[in-house]
T-cell receptor
Framework: GDSVTQMEGPVTLSEEAFLTINCTYT??????LFWYVQYPGEGLQLLLK?????DKGSNKGFEATYRKETTSFHLEKGSVQVSDSAVYFC?????????????FGKGTKLSVKP | DTGVSQDPRHKITKRGQNVTFRCDPI?????LYWYRQTLGQGPEFLTY????????KSRLLSDRFSAERPKGSFSTLEIQRTEQGDSAMYLC?????????????FGPGTRLTVL
């Protein structure tokens, strides 16, 4: 079945470091891909999304490119801040799924130290 | 702010008791989803509504679980005869149309603890 695999955390970085969180997926056809973020004490928020191959989603300095050939949607940021400390979830909506529910990875906890 | 709201935010109950959670979606959204999240895991799909119709239920949703969305507005999720394995965060999300590129907006969740 459809699934998402993302790198396990926790990831600890110093402020201004480069961030990559790997995400790969298994799905038939062309799923839509998402990154959601959960800040401490808050609900899940959409960070960025891409709905077709080679699309790049971007928001708040974060970027991810939909790579069909490698079935990946890695999250990157050039210079992280302490305020980026959160749990990041990669997710997909299957192409053939009429219900449109999100399928999530397990999440990666990021801690950024000053 | 008219985001998705959930009530209560926390619920502690004893095994065997019934509990009910409420979700108020963004007002113009037709789709409403319920997910469950356990510690260290991503959210898992439980069920969804298109307006007032419940169109899909996950295998995770046992017969002890029931959900409603009367009049296509707020939704309730009831768990009967709770078990310790039901302890989790229950998340509600809504979206405008349910298309595969449509953004789902999540509520803050209801944390259930079954003693």
């Amino acid at each position: 079945g459809d699934s998402v695999t993302q790198m396990e955390g926790p990831v600890t970085l110093s402020e201004e470091a480069f961030l990559t969180i790997n995400c790969t997926y298994t799905a038939t056809g062309y799923p839509s891909l998402f990154w959601y973020v959960q800040y401490p004490g808050e609900g899940l928020q959409l960070l960025l999304k891409a709905t077709k191959a080679d699309d790049k989603g971007s928001n708040k300095g974060f970027e991810a490119t939909y790579r069909k050939e490698t079935t990946s949607f890695h999250l990157e940021k050039g210079s992280v801040q302490v305020s980026d400390s959160a749990v990041y979830f990669c997710a997909l909506i299957a192409n053939g799924g009429s219900q449109g529910n999100l399928i999530f990875g397990k999440g990666t906890k990021l801690s950024v130290k000053p | 702010d008219t985001g998705v709201s959930q009530d209560p935010r926390h619920k502690i109950t004893k095994r065997g008791q019934n509990v009910t959670f409420r979700c108020d979606p963004i007002s113009e959204h037709n789709r409403l989803y319920w997910y469950r999240q356990t510690l260290g895991q991503g959210p898992e799909f439980l069920t969804y509504f298109q307006n007032e119709a419940q169109l899909e239920k996950s295998r995770l949703l046992s017969d002890r679980f029931s959900a409603e969305r009367p009049k296509g507005s707020f939704s309730t999720l009831e768990i009967q005869r709770t078990e310790q394995g039901d302890s989790a965060m229950y998340l509600c999300a809504s979206s405008l149309t349910g298309g595969r590129g449509d953004t789902q907006y999540f509520g803050p969740g209801t944390r259930l603890t079954v003693l």
